[in-house]
């Protein structure tokens, strides 16, 4: 069965870094775009960032942009994102989703296909 797990969540100070980590088993994970999404209590779920299958082309929100890099390892099935320059706002649980090939709606949670259970993550001030 397909599955996502992320890692790399924790506690972390305003302007410190975090990298976290989603692995893919039992689906072509070379095939598929990955996004993050983020969820606060009380929000919505947010789309974060996006890579793409192949060619590895990335997009970000414009809340995150320029502080964080999604990447993606094919021979790994292993998907990152590193976070930098953290801000209390970012604290919020984080998921890995998977989309075959790619699609026009990829900020939208219902055009993913898999999901991770997510990671916490946290940042004081």
């Known amino acids: 069965e397909a599955q996502l797990v992320e890692s790399g969540g924790g506690l972390v100070q305003a302007g410190g870094s975090l990298r976290l980590s989603c692995a893919a088993s039992g689906f072509a994970f070379d095939d598929f775009a990955i996004g993050w999404f983020r969820q606060a209590p009380g929000k919505e779920r947010e789309w974060v960032s996006r890579i793409d299958s192949r060619d590895g082309r990335t997009y970000y929100a414009d809340s995150v942009k320029g502080r964080f890099t999604i990447s993606r390892d094919n021979a790994k099935n292993t998907v990152y994102l590193q976070m930098n320059n953290l801000k209390p706002v970012d604290t919020a649980v984080y998921y890995c989703?998977?989309?075959?090939?790619?699609?026009?709606?990829?900020?939208?949670?219902?055009?993913?296909?898999?999901w991770g259970k997510g990671t916490q993550v946290a940042v004081s001030s």
């Open positions: 989703a998977a989309q075959p090939g790619g699609s026009y709606y990829y900020n939208l949670p219902d055009y993913w296909d898999y």
